[in-house]
T-cell receptor, first 112, second 115 residues
Framework: QQQVKQSPQSLIVQKGGIPIINCAYENTAFDYFPWYQQFPGKGPALLIAIRPDVSEKKEGRFTISFNKSAKQFSLHIMDSQPGDSATYFCAAGSSNTGKLIFGQGTTLQVKP | DAGVIQSPRHEVTEMGQEVTLRCKPISGHDYLFWYRQTMMRGLELLIYFNNNVPIDDSGMPEDRFSAKMPNASFSTLKIQPSEPRDSAVYFC?????????????FGQGTRLTVV
């Protein structure tokens, strides 16, 4: 019940494409859903986050779509660039416990 | 603030030796997390603290692993004795949940190799 399932494991798109990464969770106590971006040799860094009271959030080229009833959320990267090539992690957290659980990660490659 | 500081950045040790990883969280943060990252298992939550108190250590793989947070500015993760399967990147992260945002800030990680 604590798992966060992420797919796909890897993704290759052309520059300008729109990669989509999906995540699903089970525990309805989760009320915070961030996405993290990680470059090689670095720690993950927060990209964008959403709470379950909204269905979509946009920040620049990054959009989170959230479906509370399905317990699923996804990350869309508009007009993807080679600099977006990184590993992306979804996560689910609980403001009651402070716990933050991560998905398995998706390695994205954006080809020039 | 310099962010979350972990040391050492790299550690190579022989099987059976004791390994201690160190973390200095961001000043004022009330949560501290230890994660382990491997290709096979991704980012696993090992243990987390709230106000220096361990809240959930269910992710600690074995009794060989232990973590402490003696004060708000320092935490350690110890492996004794170490085994080759412990080889991974270990991350420390801290957050301030009082803001309601819950953003976790990660350190650079410690790459542990047990030979």
């Amino acid at each position: 019940q604590q798992q966060v399932k992420q797919s796909p494991q890897s993704l290759i798109v052309q520059k300008g494409g729109i990669p989509i990464i999906n995540c699903a969770y089970e525990n309805t106590a989760f009320d915070y859903f961030p996405w993290y971006q990680q470059f090689p040799g670095k720690g993950p860094a927060l990209l964008i986050a959403i709470r379950p009271d909204v269905s979509e959030k946009k920040e620049g080229r990054f959009t989170i779509s959230f479906n509370k009833s399905a317990k699923q959320f996804s990350l869309h990267i508009m007009d993807s660039q080679p600099g977006d090539s990184a590993t992306y992690f979804c996560a689910a957290g609980s403001s009651n416990t402070g716990k933050l659980i991560f998905g398995q990660g998706t390695t994205l490659q954006v080809k020039p | 603030d310099a962010g979350v500081i972990q040391s050492p950045r790299h550690e190579v040790t022989e099987m059976g030796q004791e390994v201690t990883l160190r973390c200095k969280p961001i000043s004022g943060h009330d949560y501290l997390f230890w994660y382990r990252q491997t290709m096979m298992r991704g980012l696993e939550l090992l243990i987390y603290f709230n106000n220096n108190v361990p809240i959930d250590d269910s992710g600690m793989p074995e009794d060989r692993f232990s973590a402490k947070m003696p004060n708000a500015s320092f935490s350690t993760l110890k492996i004794q004795p170490s085994e080759p399967r412990d080889s991974a990147v270990y991350f420390c992260a801290s957050s301030l949940f009082l803001t309601g945002r819950g953003e976790a800030f990660f350190g650079q990680g410690t790459r542990l190799t047990v030979v």
